[in-house]
């Protein structure tokens, strides 16, 4: 038994927003976009957040492991509450035990990295999720250079797949960019001095070090994963002389820059290509930099298999309608009618008590004739047999549709409204809303999986709710 980083996840949304459509609608004002209008951009769904996606990187970490996880870390500069445990909420979705302890960090972009160089140093086990889903004033650079996701690592001891072997951080308070408590966005200096200052002088410091410590020279590592900028990562690939070959795809090109979870997006898809006995640094950057140094083992390649980004990037809904986009991040403020006015208020005291079945969704199945059904219930729907049902998790299950409708005239932000109902193996049947299929896409029988997502938003009291909803299934 060794310790190391046991599996990774990662998770990104669907739908992708075409560079040139942002720089055609706003354009007009802003000229200075159009060398940023190539490729396409990552964009959450309106029932989308920090907190849904994190779930999304955990089921995709943990599928197919047994490791009993005692500690979970959220990451995030856009966590969905200021007081309430997101890293909590993500715990109870992915079916944790109640004595698992929780973490949320938060701070910086380098929050993720800043936590896993402490918990690798300590040899803590661990489920550490970076999350973000930062928004962009429209017009401006960083919306051309946002993305939404998030991603993971798992930590302990088994069979690892990566072994960790130093770690250096240095802390300057160099402010690149900002955004004060209340401001919905980032506010950033100018980008040649933050490479000369930043980049070119606090990061080298750090990657040296944790070289150093290691016993190695930085001209012997395989693989460095560098979030930041292109300016900066050619910049910085000059003055330590290495090749720019070796350092990682930033992704940049087909999902953005997903702040805090970057750095980890980026390492999820290094070590679904990488080789055995490759050595990677990993560097987050953020008011300091921490630089990270782990060394892959033989188990990689049984250990990566069906995990990672790969799959997540290759499920594409291409879009190029700019006002979609600003509609579905609440940019742009659409009149829907009456059909949008209502109050939905959360009963909190009874939230509480129903908690696990909406949260982990837990359902139960019959020991006496393996029935499921969801909500777990004292009589199988079944059988008829009394208090015979074990509690089970529809979250990880594939349903089928049973039956489904396109309701175009109920509200919704993304029209058409669409729900259904989904049968799973063992005869549960659940009445659920959909989400992520286009209009005319779904159909009788469709295989689908469950997804972690926000039901509705209580605007009065500012209080998001959440549930699971059936979304298009994912394959490699």
Known sequence: MSYGILSFGAYVPSLRLDR???????????????????GERSVANWDED?????????????????FSVPHICMASTTFPFSDRSNSGLVADALNLQRSIATEDFGGSRRAGTSALSRALSNNESSLMIAS??????????????????????????????????????EHEDLIDQYRANGIEYDYSLEERWVREEGWLKIAPEAMQGAASKAGIELSEIDHFVVHGNGGAVAALSKKLGIERSRFADDLKAICGDTGAAHPFLMLSNVLSNAGAGDTVMLVGFGQGVDALLIKTTDHLTTGRQGRGAERFMARRRATSNYTFYLSLRQRLSLDFGLRAERDNRTALSAFYRKRRDINAMIGGRCSSCDALQYPKSIICVSCGASDSQVEESLSGLTGRVKSFTEDWLAYTPSPPYIYGNVEFDGGANVMLEFTDFEPGSLRTGDEI????????????????????????????
């Open 449 to 476: 999986r469950l997804a972690f997502r926000v039901k509705d938003r209580d605007e009065k009291r500012k209080f998001h709710r959440y549930f699971w909803k059936p979304a298009p299934l994912t394959r490699l």
């Open 50 to 66: 920090a907190i849904t996606m994190a779930v999304e990187a955990g089921l995709d970490c943990l599928a197919d492991t047994e």
């Open 20 to 38: 040139k459509a942002v720089f055609e609608a706003v354009g007009w004002a802003t000229p200075n976009l159009r060398g940023l209008a190539s």
């Open 132 to 169: 973000d889903c930062r928004e962009a004033q429209p017009g401006s650079v960083q919306e051309m250079n946002y993305g939404h996701g998030s991603a993971c690592v798992l930590l302990g001891e088994g069979k690892p797949i990566a072994e960790f072997l130093s770690s250096s951080s």
